[in-house]
């Protein structure tokens, strides 16, 4: 796989999870970047800024040579641990939530029926 093809699958996967997760708008990263800015982590944006930059530099310039390939990906790594805990935090706050639901609901229903309960199995 070229240096092109891993730089733009991995800014695609920023601009799905900005679109998703902070409601970017937008054509390109850095518009969807400027778009959801204040709901982002800021310590993410001038690392997502970079990859934008790169991203644009190594589609558009016939010439460009990404040089620093591994300091590139690690700050991709590092912006994708930076975006995605808000996901998933909604995730487990979700499960939570029903199994709280869940166990609510079963320990109702052994209160109201504990008396019919005891009969059955005595």
Request: net charge neutral.
């Amino acid at each position: 796989m070229s240096d092109i093809e891993k730089v733009v699958l991995r800014t695609r996967r920023f601009e799905k999870l900005l679109r998703t997760q902070y409601h970017a708008e937008g054509k390109g990263l850095h518009q969807l970047i400027t778009s959801s800015e204040e709901r982002l982590p800021h310590e993410v944006i001038k690392k997502l800024r970079y990859v934008a930059t790169i991203r644009n530099k190594i589609v558009h310039e016939e010439d460009f040579v990404l040089e620093d390939k591994a300091a590139f990906f690690n700050t991709c790594d590092e912006c994708e641990k930076l975006l995605l805990p808000r996901s998933s935090r909604f995730i487990w706050g979700v499960a939570l939530l029903l199994m709280g639901v869940f166990t609510l609901t079963a320990a109702l229903f052994y209160l109201i029926h504990w008396d019919t309960l005891i009969q059955l199995f005595s």
